[in-house]
């Protein structure tokens, strides 16, 4: 059983930084493609991006592309939300999330119907807020 740990949200305000981490337990990280997703008060879950198991391919969504860099450690099993130039309708639950089947690549994580589906084990999230 593989377990992800989320931390590093909190409240900003609009502009701001923040960055998540999330720590993998188990010794099988690398074989994981790994990924952001979120949700918003009153909203269905949405992807926010993905990266490949070797950290060398990553995808994002549109309205998080450029100011979102996904990036993971496989040395210490822990994969990397930097978020830039936030704003308030970036304010979500953000759920780390890892996917062991060998067909998923980054891109196919950000691209499955509804957003998700397929992932093997989830984080229970960390709670970002974004201020005007």
């Known amino acids: 059983q593989v377990q992800l740990v989320e931390s590093g949200g909190g409240l900003v305000q609009a502009g701001d930084s923040l960055r998540l981490s999330c720590a993998t337990s188990?010794?099988?990280?690398?074989?994981?493609?790994m990924g952001w997703f979120r949700q918003a008060p009153g909203k269905e879950r949405e992807f926010v991006a993905a990266?490949?198991?070797?950290?060398?391919?990553?995808s994002y969504a549109d309205s998080v592309k450029g100011r979102f860099t996904i990036s993971r450690d496989n040395a210490k099993n822990t994969v990397y939300l930097q978020m830039n130039s936030l704003k308030p309708d970036d304010t979500a639950v953000y759920y780390c999330?890892?996917?062991?089947?060998?067909?998923?690549?980054?891109?196919?994580?950000?691209?499955?119907?509804?957003?998700?589906?397929?992932?093997?084990?989830w984080g229970k999230g960390t709670l970002v807020t974004v201020s005007s």
């Open positions: 999330a890892g996917d062991r089947s060998p067909s998923t690549t980054a891109q196919t994580m950000g691209t499955r119907a509804p957003p998700g589906y397929g992932v093997d084990y």
């Open positions: 990266i490949s198991r070797s950290g060398g391919i990553t």
């Open positions: 188990g010794r099988t990280f690398t074989v994981y493609s």
